[in-house]
């Protein structure tokens, strides 16, 4: 099963009681997680020392729950994104297509078992879904690594840097959400934003833990704020419950 169709099973099996309703922008929410994923994961080996069952998938998987909830949200602001960046997007675009018909093409000789390329090219070309895709394909092209190794037409640093193309193409959609979107309700958009928004506030609680000695949770995290400055996602500061 891929990654997409995965956390669109998990977006539509919310009860309506655990769908959230932000108070925040949505896109500025996303545009938070991004921009400080980076500063998160370089604390991760401190969360892990103090919690040794803290869930890393919650920190690995922020950057793709936020390209999932930026596609909700900002579809139809896409092709102005994309008239702006044009040429980022344009190779970016060119780069996911090369990729889809190497895995289809590997696949078709048995090299590699694919969850479903189908279900990665379907996704939509316009610019908020490109980040998606490319962190799809490199789910899929790193999972097959050993097998492939040596038959791709291009280097694998390039495939390990996919999802720095995607941090960098859903930042600079989040800040035309930002300016031109009004807070979304659609139930997509809530359901997406609700994945994400869970699993950053389990990992500012990490941090909130694991720093309290510091008070810098809030610096290396950033709680998502509406514009009057209100915390929507304050960091609890009990510790979090450990894995069995």
């Known amino acids: 099963m891929s990654p997409v169709l995965s956390l669109e099973e998990r977006a539509a099996a919310l009860t309506p009681a655990q769908v959230r309703r932000p108070n925040v922008n949505v896109g500025a929410a996303c545009s938070i997680v991004l921009g400080n994923l980076s500063r998160v994961k370089e604390h991760l080996p401190d969360i892990l020392e103090v919690i040794p069952g803290f869930d890393t998938d919650l920190v690995h998987g922020l950057r793709a729950l936020a390209s999932f909830t930026l596609s909700a949200y900002g579809a139809p602001l896409g092709q102005g994104v994309a ?29 590699a078992k694919p969850p479903n390329i189908a279900e990665i090219r379907a996704i939509p070309r316009s610019y908020p879904q490109l980040p998606l895709a490319l962190l799809a394909l490199q789910t899929f092209f790193l999972t097959h690594r050993e097998a492939l ?16 193309l995607a941090t960098r193409l859903s930042l600079e959609g989040s800040k035309r959400f930002i300016r031109e979107k009004p807070p979304s309700s659609s139930d997509q958009t809530l359901r997406a934003y609700t994945l994400m928004a869970n699993a950053y506030d389990e990992v500012r ?16 995290a950033p709680p998502f704020a509406n514009r009057r400055g209100s915390v929507a996602v304050p960091a609890r500061k009990d510790p979090p419950a450990e894995t069995p």
Request: hydrophobic share 45%; no cysteine; glycine share 4%.
């Open 83 to 111: 008239d702006k960046r044009g040429a980022e997007y344009r190779a970016a675009l060119a780069l996911r297509e090369k990729l889809t018909r190497s895995a289809e093409a590997l696949s078709l000789l048995g090299l």
């Open 149 to 164: 190794e040596g038959r791709l037409d291009l280097p694998w640093s390039e495939i390990v840097a996919l999802d720095t």
């Open 205 to 220: 609680a990490a941090l909130a833990y694991v720093r309290r000695h510091h008070h810098d949770a809030d610096r290396i």
